[in-house]
């Protein structure tokens, strides 16, 4: 019964290399969001998007660009690649605006070489 | 904006003891702290929260306490099981002008039981 659905387990991409991550869920939820987890920093929101062509920025959007054309679906683009975008990244959605929590997806180990 | 702080980076606690991880929060408008708990090579999962208008919250071993006056919280782990070995989220609901629910984690506490 997966909900929130990222496209790729594992991704490995070359340095300069536009890249695409995908996700999708499954529950009508008005929010989504994109984090990347790294060792000891927890997980740190790039941005997030509260409706259709909706987007804001999270604490670390630098580098990252995201679309969001239809309420299911939220991608994440990495313009041009770096080493220090190697990291885990996690997906999730939520429910309107009431304090409710997130469901997330199974993250995509991206490596960039 | 918001911002949690977590500790500790690394609990090992014996099976059966107890475990508590505490956290702090800064913005005193924040009123919602949720908990996730994510396994290795699995996605985190929302294990207990807690809203600002109570102070103590129980499930079965799992309870989170609330003192918004310090604005810290902590979850408290009875009888630990090898199952909940973890990497433990505290969280916290941003309470900023944005119609979105967004919620800051911390930096997270890998808590392991010895058996």
């Known amino acids: 019964d997966v909900k929130v659905t990222q496209s790729s387990r594992y991704l490995v991409k070359r340095t300069g290399e536009k890249v695409f991550l995908e996700c999708v869920q499954d529950?009508?939820?008005?929010?989504m969001f994109w984090y990347r987890q790294d060792p000891g920093l927890g997980l740190r929101l790039i941005y997030f998007?509260?409706?259709?062509?909706?987007?804001e920025k999270g604490d670390i959007p630098e580098g990252y660009s995201v679309s969001r054309e239809k309420k299911e679906r939220f991608s994440l683009i990495l313009e041009s690649a770096s080493t220090n975008q190697t990291s885990m990244y996690l997906c999730a959605s939520s429910s309107g605006v009431a304090t409710y929590g997130y469901t997330f997806g199974s993250g995509t180990r991206l490596t960039v070489v | 904006g918001e911002n949690v702080e977590q500790h500790p980076s690394t609990l090992s606690v014996q099976e059966g003891d107890s475990a508590v991880i505490k956290c702090t929060y800064s913005?005193?408008?924040?009123?919602?702290f949720p908990w996730y708990k994510q396994e290795l090579g699995k996605r985190p999962q929302l294990i207990i929260d807690i809203r600002s208008n109570v102070g103590e919250k129980k499930d079965q071993r799992i309870a989170v306490t609330l003192n918004k006056t310090a604005k810290h919280f902590s979850l408290h782990i009875t009888e630990t099981q090898p199952e909940d070995s973890a990497v433990y989220f505290c969280a916290a609901r941003d309470s900023g002008y944005s119609s979105a629910s967004k919620i800051i984690f911390g930096s997270g506490t890998r808590l392991s039981i010895r058996p």
């Open positions: 529950m009508d939820h008005e929010n």
């Open positions: 913005d005193s408008a924040s009123n919602y």
């Open positions: 998007s509260y409706d259709v062509k909706m987007k």
